[in-house]
């Protein structure tokens, strides 16, 4: 009579026989799937191979044994050890399960006694917790990165045949878990124009200058700016763009190779940086360390505060964010959240983009991978279409003079301002029409 296999612990298998072909001797592996070594003449022989598969098992992989003793907090030493080696996210990959996952009650469960059921109990629990430092419920988006990590994590178990499949593919974030004024406040900013303007102005080196004009107008991360060659910048012809194809020396967040048009002060800023750096190979580094390779990760050319103890005082050396006059929390990453706020508002239009941007454009200039990632800024394209019914005296506001360091140069466009009237029966003093002439800066980076 043929034995039943599937009532066998899994990693252990058996023999049965197979009329008209013999003994066959099947191994169940701890992923649940079976492997066929053969069909013997007898029984004997059968089982001897059986044993032999049990031996050269112990040890690998599909050891079960091995995979009986992980559990989520011990695999994710393994985990967290290998994700060093292969991601360049790490570092946040662990600071999240740090902080949301190893303390929580699943993570000392084994990992195949992980079900969905228990992943979406874990994510209610985390949408009822509060910020260590806000006290404020956790934003989407910290949702989100939690459940990512924990993501990684079992994808990597799957990987290693220690799990049959992911529990998170049946365990979403639950719906409505963030209300829509706490998602809307995920701790990030944006410069206003009269910051931007007052960044420009500050002493600069042309280093700094052109990163602050990539970071600012065309949204490039703080990796992508370490990793950018010379070989990806594109300045000539109608339309001057950069390839990003790598964040430092690995890959670019997405994965993927991304294609951003340049606008104006960009490619000013960078045509004078090329003349600054001279001839150089399409492999060297836009923006090289002192040795001649990419900048250490943090690096974020002189943007923060720095401290130092010297003769035992702590001494602060103001950054370009302090020296700018910009006493509120900016990260450098908040500039890429500037980018897409401008394009959004319309702020730049039409001196530098012709009309404010969709949603969709926004997504496609950012390189996101989702959408849902650029509806954080979905209110600020709502502020400014309320702003359009309601127009204020000056639809366009003026370009920031931050070019002063190279010369600026303005031009006129358009008709003629007209002028007040000198009607005596005019007493509110106002402009009879309002004005239509803009003043352009060129940004004197030719």
């Not at 195949?112 to 209610?124: E, Y």
């Not at 993927?256 to 800023?269: E, F, I, Q, S, Y």
């Not at 001839?279 to 974020?300: C, I, L, Q």
């Not at 003769?311 to 302090?322: N, T």
Request: aromatic letters at 6%; proline letters at 6%.
């Amino acid at each position: 009579m043929e034995e039943t296999m599937d009532r066998r612990e899994r990693g252990t298998g058996g023999v049965d026989e197979v009329p008209g072909r013999g003994w066959r001797a099947r191994l169940r592996l701890p992923n649940g799937k079976r492997r066929l070594l053969g069909y013997y003449d007898t029984r004997v022989e059968a089982e001897a191979m059986l044993a032999a598969a049990r031996i050269h098992l112990a040890g690998t992989k599909h050891d079960p044994k091995r995979k009986r003793g992980y559990t989520v907090a011990s695999f994710a030493k393994e985990f967290l050890a290998h994700a060093d080696r292969t991601r360049r996210d790490a570092s946040g990959i662990r600071a999240r399960l740090e902080r949301y996952v190893l303390p929580a009650p699943i993570a000392q469960r084994r990992l195949t006694d992980v079900t969905p059921s228990l992943c979406r109990q874990w994510l209610r629990e985390l949408t009822e917790r509060r910020h260590h430092r806000t006290d404020k419920p956790l934003a989407k988006q910290t949702l989100r990165n939690a459940r990512g990590a924990f993501v990684s994590l079992f994808n990597r178990a799957r990987e290693l045949d220690l799990v049959s499949r992911n529990p998170f593919d049946d365990a979403p974030l639950p719906k409505g878990a963030v209300s829509q004024e706490t998602s809307d406040e995920e701790g990030w900013t944006f410069l206003s124009q009269q910051e931007i303007a007052a960044l420009f102005e500050i002493d600069l080196t042309l280093e700094q200058r052109t990163v602050l004009a990539l970071a600012i107008y065309a949204g490039l991360r703080q990796g992508e700016l370490h990793g950018l060659r010379w070989g990806d910048v594109e300045l000539e012809g109608e339309r001057p763009q950069l390839v990003i194809r790598r964040s430092r020396s690995g890959p670019t967040k997405a994965g993927k190779v991304g294609r951003v048009p340049l606008l104006r002060p960009a490619v000013a800023a960078l045509r004078r940086w090329s003349r600054e750096v001279g001839e150089v190979t399409p492999e060297a580094f836009v923006f090289p360390s002192p040795r001649g390779g990419h900048y250490a990760r943090g690096h974020d050319f002189g943007w923060s505060d720095r401290k130092r103890r010297r003769k035992g005082e702590l001494e602060v050396l103001p950054g370009l964010k302090s020296r700018a006059g910009i006493e509120r929390p900016v990260r450098f990453h908040d500039l890429r959240h500037t980018t897409a706020s401008h394009l959004l508002m319309g702020s730049w239009a039409p001196e530098i983009v012709a009309r404010p941007y969709r949603l969709e454009e926004v997504c496609e200039f950012l390189r996101h991978g989702d959408i849902a990632v650029t509806q954080r800024y979905a209110h600020l394209a709502i502020d400014s279409l309320h702003a359009l019914a309601s127009p204020g005296p000056e639809l366009h506001p003026k370009v920031p003079e931050f070019g002063v360091q190279f010369g600026v140069q303005k031009r006129e466009i358009g008709r003629a301002a007209k002028k007040p009237s000198t009607d005596s029966s005019n007493d509110s003093g106002e402009l009879s029409e309002p004005p239509t002439r803009l003043e352009l800066v060129t940004y004197g980076l030719r």
